[in-house]
């Protein structure tokens, strides 16, 4: 009896350690593409901000729509996969759950196919949370995704959003979960549902019921990460033939004063002949971002390099408002790049662009202003800039 507990307690070690070798794996797949995965997002995702300034008719604007829909699912899986790899702690601010999930509303009606109907359910005076908009977002995404997928001959996604009190008592209360008030974010589908033997395993890294090729089996176990660095809890409910329901469990903030939304366009700033030095390795972002920066207003002058930034910065820093550096390049990447420009003029402004979080924290601390996450939008851009030139 002994002996085959020590195989057993054997072979769960070996399990255990290839999947943690398989995630290592992961992590350094990811961080190897996720550069040049962004690079082939970010122009698309640019030309249509430009494509949309001039196309006017309805179908030719929803084809856009649709385009811009996939590039930013694009960038989402991506970030999944970071996020899961290289864990899920982000900044916490000031949520209102209204408008977290108008925008996973607006992401289905434009995306998700006709046959699957649509209901919401929210309730009145909901309580602020505080939590990382994007990680968020990625939760019900990955929720509404699973749904739909459930669904391939339509269906009722219902979407519910309410208040739950979880007294001392409950037996769901433990040590990393407390008692107190929630917010529940539901999704619920008329689906395939899940045969009960695989509810026990749908939040295991790389478990997937999916045919080979729709999915990575990384949705639901990061899912479940994100929600549990945030305090808080999922459950599921399901039944084979009849559909499942998921139940995220946030911490409220009663007392979380949330700031009203302003109303903004879609692009916000406009430029006023200000001179930015743009400076990437890659000739399709360098392209489309100067194009975009010159149909709002600005003047650009490009670089391929640091090398080359820093010769063009030499000759016209009295004229250069704000330098774009990207953070992976050859020959002088751009945290070299940010540390020779502040010895040439510590006043110089800079925003460094990076698809990597860990550049981010680099370019911040070496003294960029701001860090652009890649692939950023036109809207994302123009915002930053106006915010630097007018501090």
Same mark, same amino acid.
């Given at each position: 009896m002994s002996?085959?507990?020590?195989?057993?307690?054997?072979?769960?070690?070996?399990?255990?350690?290839?999947?943690?070798?398989?995630?290592?794996?992961?992590?350094?797949?990811?961080?190897?593409?996720?550069?040049?995965?962004?690079?082939?997002?970010?122009?698309?995702m640019l030309s249509i901000d430009l494509l949309k300034?001039?196309?006017?008719?309805?179908?030719?604007?929803?084809?856009?729509?649709?385009?811009?829909?996939?590039?930013?699912?694009?960038?989402?899986?991506?970030?999944?996969?970071?996020?899961?790899?290289?864990?899920?702690?982000?900044?916490r601010y000031k949520l209102d759950p209204k408008n977290v999930v108008y925008d996973i509303l607006k992401f289905i009606e434009e995306a998700f196919p006709k046959n699957i109907e649509l209901t *919401?359910?929210?309730?009145?005076?909901?309580?602020?949370?505080?939590?990382?908009?994007?990680?968020?977002?990625?939760?019900?995404?990955?929720?509404?995704?699973?749904?739909?997928?459930?669904?391939?001959?339509?269906g009722q996604? *219902?979407?519910?959003?309410?208040?739950?009190?979880?007294?001392?008592?409950?037996?769901?209360?433990?040590?990393?979960?407390?008692?107190?008030?929630?917010?529940?974010?539901?999704? *619920?589908?008329?689906?395939?549902?899940?045969?009960?033997?695989?509810l026990g395993k749908i939040f295991d890294p790389f478990f997937t019921t999916k045919e080979l090729g729709k999915g990575?089996?990384?949705?639901?176990?990061?899912v479940m990460a994100i929600v549990k660095s945030h305090g808080g809890y999922i459950n599921v409910t399901s039944k084979l033939g009849q559909g499942t329901s998921f139940d995220a469990y946030f911490p409220a903030n009663p007392l979380t004063d949330i700031p009203p939304v302003q109303a903004q366009s879609?692009?916000?700033?406009?430029?006023?002949?200000?001179?930015?030095?743009?400076?990437?390795?890659?000739?399709?972002?360098?392209?489309?971002?100067?194009?975009?920066?010159?149909a709002y207003g600005y003047r650009v002058l490009t670089a391929i390099n640091g090398t080359e930034a820093i010769a063009i910065y030499a000759e016209r820093q009295q004229e250069i408002d704000v330098v774009l550096t990207d953070m992976m390049m050859p020959v002088m990447d751009g945290a070299a790049t940010i540390q020779v420009l502040k010895r040439m003029?510590?006043?110089?402004?800079?925003?460094?662009?990076?698809?990597? *979080?860990?550049?981010?924290t680099k370019a911040t601390s070496l003294g960029a202003n701001y860090y652009l996450h890649k692939p950023y939008t036109a809207a994302n851009i123009l915002k930053v800039l106006d915010q630097i030139i007018h501090q």
């Open positions: 002996f085959n507990t020590d195989i057993l307690e054997k072979k769960k070690m070996e399990s255990h350690f290839l999947r943690s070798q398989r995630i290592e794996s992961i992590g350094t797949l990811a961080n190897g593409i996720a550069h040049d995965l962004n690079n082939v997002l970010l122009p698309i300034l001039s196309v006017k008719e309805a179908k030719q604007i929803n084809i856009l729509t649709s385009i811009e829909a996939s590039a930013k699912r694009g960038a989402n899986m991506v970030q999944q996969v970071l996020s899961f790899a290289r864990g899920v702690d982000g900044e *919401t359910q929210i309730q009145e005076n909901l309580p602020g949370f505080m939590g990382d908009a994007t990680q968020v977002h990625q939760v019900l995404l990955n929720l509404c995704l699973n749904a739909r997928d459930a669904m391939q001959d339509g996604l *219902t979407l519910t959003v309410k208040t739950e009190t979880l007294p001392e008592t409950d037996p769901r209360v433990k040590k990393d979960i407390k008692s107190g008030l929630y917010i529940v974010f539901q999704i *619920t589908d008329t689906g395939t549902g899940i045969p009960e033997k695989e990575t089996g990384l949705g639901l176990s990061t879609e692009t916000g700033h406009y430029g006023h002949g200000q001179l930015i030095l743009l400076v990437d390795d890659e000739d399709s972002v360098r392209f489309i971002t100067q194009q975009t920066l010159q003029n510590p006043e110089v402004k800079i925003i460094a662009a990076s698809g990597l *979080t860990s550049d981010g």
